[in-house]
């Protein structure tokens, strides 16, 4: 195995949000739901990305604009060449069967869990945003629960909140989430309180991907390969969860 | 089942096995110390601490290549404030720690060791030898007789800590720099830092892939150098060495060993073996020692010289 970028076309783009957009390009090779690929554009920067979309060779990621790398991305056009290198990780591990499961997606998370939702089956889900321009994927899925922080468009509060009620009326299996990190924290406590399982993906700065430079640590785990996907055993040793992070630097900040 | 007996004495260091985390790779918190640790190796260095904190090079930083790695992370680390934060209660992590400190002065590199002074560290190692970071290493001309010389009596002259000198593969002079090194009170060699710098061009694209352009090789590629390193630094000094490159089975640990270093270094085998690569080595070992008839890995030191 080489981890180096490949280069790929961007053949398709897709205006999600006002602030996101899904970019989508040729993928060969395996994916499990929740594996990350890095996504290169020369001389500027490489950042992971989760598969949003993954469709027989054609794969999308769904890209909020916010930090350099990310607007650089957004004025690539259809025909543009990007990197790509990856899958790495560990990603969600699908029930079979019956059994009910809940899906949580919040704010831009809800593109890290898309294809989860694509593929788990007696899946409810759930997706938050702080307003209803934010919503992804709105027609994506036979149903979904939505949720805005301002009550402008579906439940008015989070996705904690919804599912709170939720776990009430359904005896889920599992519950998987991703999202900013205080809200999955709230998704594990729940699912203890509830004696539920729980699978949530952790977002870190990572920067070789393949579990060497120990950039992406949380508690002794790393991100890039031992996760991104932790399950609530591996959270119950692993106290920064919630807490702290580690900076590009590696300075270690309070969430 | 015969015992074969692994550990050495580094320094008046005492470890379990000769095998070592190499500096830049997982030494970014108490924890993955920790894990290491348990993962088997016989001592963890830290990732470098500079005064301030630094971000580093943008990404890539590390990628792979038919024959190991290259990298230029450009030493992004938090700083020795907050590294004295993190690194704390170093002897509940199971095996001896030694810190990696950087400077682009000698007054900063004392700086870094008065500020880890307190902290339990067992050594200091000071890598003099980067190949792609700029005001660091090889690019600011530390890796000179002279620059090794002021630098390591600068830092000697503050602590009482073992002191391992990480020099460069990518020079001539190396004995030179290593007899410096222990000219000025260092207490072992650290051979090698990774070699070059290397560049990989992806040809699609046109560009240089590491952010950098640049980045030091390691892995499978740099083990023959460092073997030679090794051998010729053995014949140089008498302090003990620290063999690091290109090891990720225990016949390349034997082979260093060899060579004349006293404990390897392990970095690249983490990504090609996985982080128990350090008790996979050690279990290879042994069965390589049954098998020839070694019971004390001391023995196996320095056999290649005439």
Known sequence: MIEQPKI?????????????????????????PGQFVMVWIPLNDEKPFTLSYINRNIAGITVLKRGNFTKTLHTKKIGDQIGIRGPYGRGYSLIKGNAATCIVGGGIGMASIACL??????????????????????????????????????????????????VGKHDYQKIYACGPEKMLYKVYELCNEHHIECEVSIERYIKCGFGICGQCDCSGQRICIDGPVFNSKDLKDMPDFGKTEITKSGKRISL | ?????????????????????????????????????ECGAGAVTIKSISKEAREGHNNPTVITYEA????????????????????????????????????????????????????????????????????????????????????????RRITHLPIFVKISPSIPEITTVAKAAEDAG???????????????????????????????????????????????????????????????????????LMAGAVAVGIGTGVYTRGIDVFSKVCAEMKQWMIENGYNNINDLVGIAHD
């Open chain 1, 8 to 32: 790929v076309k961007i053949c398709d783009i897709k205006d999600e949000t006002p602030n996101a957009k899904t970019f989508f390009f040729e993928y060969m090779g395996h994916y499990d």
């Open chain 1, 117 to 166: 939702a694509d593929k788990q089956e007696n899946a409810t889900i759930v997706q938050g945003s702080r307003t209803m321009p934010e919503l992804l994927f709105r027609h994506r899925y036979k149903e979904m629960r939505l949720c805005t922080d301002d009550g402008s468009f579906g439940y008015k509060g989070t996705t904690v909140d919804l599912l709170r009620e939720l």
């Open chain 2, 1 to 37: 089942m015969t015992d074969v007996k692994l550990s050495v004495n580094l320094c008046n260091i005492r470890l379990s096995n000769p095998t070592i985390l190499a500096s830049g790779i997982l030494g970014t918190t108490r924890a993955l110390l920790k894990r290491v640790a």
């Open chain 2, 68 to 155: 190991g790695m290259i990298n230029a992370v450009g030493y992004s680390n938090p700083g020795v404030e907050s590294a004295r934060i993190e690194f704390t209660n170093l002897k509940e992590i199971g095996a001896p720690v030694f810190a990696s400190i950087i400077g682009t002065c000698n007054d900063e590199f004392v700086k870094v060791a008065e500020g880890l002074s307190e902290s339990g560290f067992s050594a200091i190692e000071i890598p003099l030898s980067c190949p792609h970071t700029p005001g660091f290493g090889l690019l600011s001309g530390q890796g000179t007789p002279k620059a090794t010389y002021d630098i390591t009596s600068a830092v």
């Open chain 2, 186 to 256: 260092a207490s072992g060699i650290t051979a090698v830092n990774s070699m070059g710098p290397g560049m990989i061009i992806n040809i699609e694209s046109k560009k240089p892939v590491l952010g950098f352009k640049v980045g030091g090789v390691t892995g499978d590629a740099l083990r023959p150098i460092a073997v030679r390193c090794v051998y010729d630094v053995y014949k140089a000094v008498k302090i003990p060495i620290i063999g690091v490159g290109g090891i990720s089975t225990g016949r390349h640990a034997i082979e260093m």
